[in-house]
């Protein structure tokens, strides 16, 4: 299934978010992608909270309906105070806003196409609008829609309260050059206990456009003091990312390699037989697949592939995974993808790998971070969606990172700096945990001294 898009023009979304408060829009359903259905909206818009319907016409109109209610096929009238009928239209400044009929019922909640009284839509599954107006709410037909009754489109948005800032942060971070500096120094001079382990090795997995790319490049540019692009981003129907890569990263241009590996994989997609799956994800944690592998989405890594490593010590295999996940995605993350992360997970589990959960674009998801990184803590908005993030995953909310990666800029940031390094700093804490599981692990078969880097472990 390609990446679903909005039809609408920045300036029909400027206008149409002066209807609201201070919300997102998540787009759950189009017509011309999952088809002019009562039954394909019902599948993608039911009880889904708050909603805004988006209809298009040949003559230029932006119309539709907005409900704080459920849409549940419950047969039922639904009286909602707040819903509204809308229409944006060229010649006009400002969105027409209709209120409903003061003792009518907002819509009917029925298994048909959305059915507002004065205007139902997806009439006999087909692009259509019917319009009585007067029923339920009362317009000028020319005002509302110039008359022209054929959809080109129609679009569902989840309508989301963003909120404001909290009165404190839930994590305290010290946005200083010298926490920055102690962050870059702690990482540069991490050593793995195990000694033949010599670098930590991250996966980054997650959805299509998640980031998991940027994030490599962003924290390679934090490194390297200027920007760089060495991973190929950019926003595509499928993955960008078709190769399995394991960067290195250096401390500056022509500085020693850093303790970690960052291991870029091709994004998941919801369907099995799409996007990276889940037996390339077990070769690669068990360290067989070699830099540069080709994913193919119809076949998993062979034992007489080209890129499968036979033979592998602890030093090739994974010691951390990082699910990278887009934040104003994560409520939109479907069952079908959250059982791909289940499975990954499981499998993660059975080896003992710990795990972390980068939740990125938080400067897209919240106007406020946008504007000020450092509110990324006291954000209503991104604390909801790291809960919402720890609570479908079944995962404790400490495992959840925010960060934003290096898109457009063409500078460094400190702020970016430090939230990017503090992910880094955990993905090194929690590979720790690995190695002391294996020192453990040794400790019962060997008493190979030689194992050990530190003398920290009793032997
Ligand atoms: N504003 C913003 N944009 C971001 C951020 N992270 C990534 N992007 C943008 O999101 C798009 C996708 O990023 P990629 O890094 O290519 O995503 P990916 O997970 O590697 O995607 P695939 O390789 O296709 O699976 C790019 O246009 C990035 O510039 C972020 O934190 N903030
Ligand atoms: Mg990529």
Redesign the pocket.
């Known amino acids: 299934m390609p990446v679903v898009t909005s039809s609408l023009s920045r300036d029909q979304e400027r206008n149409l978010l002066t209807l609201f408060g201070h919300v997102r829009l998540h787009l759950l359903y189009k017509g011309s992608v999952h088809g002019f259905t009562a039954a394909a909206f019902h599948s993608r818009c039911d009880q889904q909270g708050p909603t805004v319907i988006v209809a298009y016409n040949a003559a230029g109109f932006v119309f539709g309906a907005y409900t704080s209610k459920d849409y549940a096929q419950s047969g039922q009238e639904v009286h909602d105070g707040e819903a509204f009928l809308y229409s944006i239209a060229p010649q006009r400044n400002k969105p027409l806003r209709v209120g409903g009929i003061s003792g009518q019922r907002a819509f009917t909640d029925g298994g048909t196409g959305p059915n507002f009284g004065a205007l139902v839509f997806l009439c006999e599954d087909r692009p259509l609008v019917q319009s009585v107006p007067g029923t339920c709410f009362n317009f000028q037909a020319a005002e509302m829609h110039g008359n022209d009754l054929a959809l080109t489109e129609f679009e569902v948005y989840r309508v989301e309260e963003l909120g404001n800032l909290l009165e404190k942060p839930w994590r305290n971070i010290q946005w200083t050059a010298e926490k920055k500096q102690q962050l870059m120094t702690s990482i540069q001079n991490y050593l793995p206990d195990l000694k033949s382990v010599n670098q930590v090795r991250v996966l980054l997995v ?1 959805p ?7 994030f490599f490049n962003s924290i390679n540019s934090a490194f390297r003091g200027n920007m760089t692009c060495q991973a190929i ?4 129907g499928t ?3 078709t190769q399995y890569r394991a960067y290195t990263i250096k401390a500056g241009r022509r500085g020693a390699n850093l303790p970690l590996i960052l291991c870029d994989t ?2 998941l997609e919801e369907n099995a037989d799409s996007g990276l799956n889940i037996d390339d994800v077990v070769s690669i944690l068990k360290g067989h697949t070699k830099d540069r592998y080709q994913f193919s989405t119809c076949s998993s890594i062979l034992e007489d592939s080209p890129g499968y490593k036979k033979h592998v010590t602890l030093n090739d295999t994974i010691h951390c995974v990082a699910y ?1 996940i887009d934040t104003c995605k994560v409520s939109l993350l479907s069952q079908k993808m959250l059982d791909k992360f289940t499975a990954i997970r499981k499998k993660a589990n059975q080896l003992g790998i710990p795990q972390i959960f980068v939740m ?2 938080v ?2 998801a919240c106007p406020l971070v946008a504007k000020d990184l450092k509110n990324v803590y006291q954000s209503v908005y991104i604390q909801k969606k790291a809960r919402q993030l720890s609570e479908s995953l079944g995962i404790p909310l400490s495992f959840v990172m925010p960060v ?2 290096y ?1 457009e800029e063409l500078e460094l940031d400190l702020n970016t700096d430090i939230l990017l390094f503090m992910v880094l700093e955990q993905m090194l804490n929690y590979a720790e945990s690995f190695f002391e599981n294996q020192i453990k692990d040794d400790q019962d078969e060997t008493t190979g001294l030689e194992l050990y880097r530190s003398g920290n472990h009793a032997r």
């Open positions: 997650g299509v456009g998640a980031g998991k790319s940027s981003t950019g926003t595509a993955s960008v990312t091709m994004g990278v990125t674009k400067d897209e934003k990666n898109s």
